[in-house]
């Protein structure tokens, strides 16, 4: 129940699922896995290493599974792996890892716009859109349900938290606490990503206390610690307010900063 196109080139110990479907030109190496009802656009390469899951869309032109672009790889056995429903675009790269945590991870219900890049060791939630040309360094993380703006740039290492939304043609060198929108040149805090928690139906109890939090973080002077400190002491300790804590305790790159 495999449909290959005559002109692809597949390994014959490539693992494909049933319902499969391999455009024409398309490249499948040794020691790759595509799972059920997952379809292969012309001219996509899915380099050895990776693993689709169910039902994904891989279009035209898009590399998966290929070395690191990094000097420090010795050509060490690493791996992707893409979630089930996931859609890949048109000519968006997805390297593998290096040793440093040997699996570049993309969640599932993922959209990769064309021309985006995923850099070795990235690890993406579920549920991301990441629009056109975004390109993303080595070592950055990703959450559950974050949008980023096309064109925008990521500096290795930096950690983006679930729910958040960056906008487009930025440049994002430092982390990005959950729940918020970023946008301005240098990026900045703008506010709650309301819009976005509304449709996933965050209530206006649960907004009202992420304001707060924020308020704390942005608005009163205080220093991360301080600011910490405040959020622990006085706010209710809901898992939205612990997932803001725990993802400020853990920043090493620093948040970014406030709205002018």
């Not at 930096?158 to 240098?186: K, T």
Request: hydrophobic share 40%; proline share 3%.
């Amino acid at each position: 129940m495999v449909e290959i196109h005559p002109t692809a080139v597949v390994h014959p110990e490539a693992k494909l699922g049933v319902e499969v479907k391999i455009g024409p030109y398309a490249i499948i190496e040794k020691e790759v896995s595509i799972g059920d009802g997952s379809q292969i656009g012309p001219h996509a390469v899915i380099a050895s290493g990776a693993t689709l899951g169910k039902n994904c869309r891989v279009f035209k032109g898009a590399v998966i599974a290929t070395e690191p672009q990094d000097l420090k790889f010795s050509n060490e056995k690493t791996f992707v792996e893409i979630g089930d429903n996931t859609t890949i675009r048109e000519f968006a790269t997805v390297n593998r890892a290096t040793s440093h945590s040997y699996y570049t991870r993309v969640g599932s219900n993922c959209l990769l716009m064309a021309y985006s890049h995923v850099a070795h060791d990235c690890q993406i939630g579920n549920f991301c859109t990441i629009a056109n040309s975004v390109n993303m360094a080595g070592h950055v993380i990703i959450g559950d349900y974050v949008g980023i703006g096309g064109l925008t740039a990521i500096h290795q290492f930096v950690h983006i938290g679930d729910y958040s939304f960056i906008g487009g043609g930025l440049r994002v060198s430092q982390d990005v606490p959950p729940y918020i929108l970023a946008a301005g040149e240098p990026i900045r805090f703008a506010g709650l990503n309301a819009v976005g928690l509304r449709r996933r139906g965050f209530t206006r109890e649960q907004l009202n206390l992420l304001k707060q939090a924020y308020h704390i973080v942005y608005r009163e002077n205080l220093k991360l610690k301080e600011a910490i400190q405040k959020i622990e002491q006085t706010l209710e300790q809901t898992a939205e307010i612990q997932k803001i804590v725990e993802f400020l305790k853990q920043s090493e790159r620093g948040i970014i900063r406030p709205e002018r």
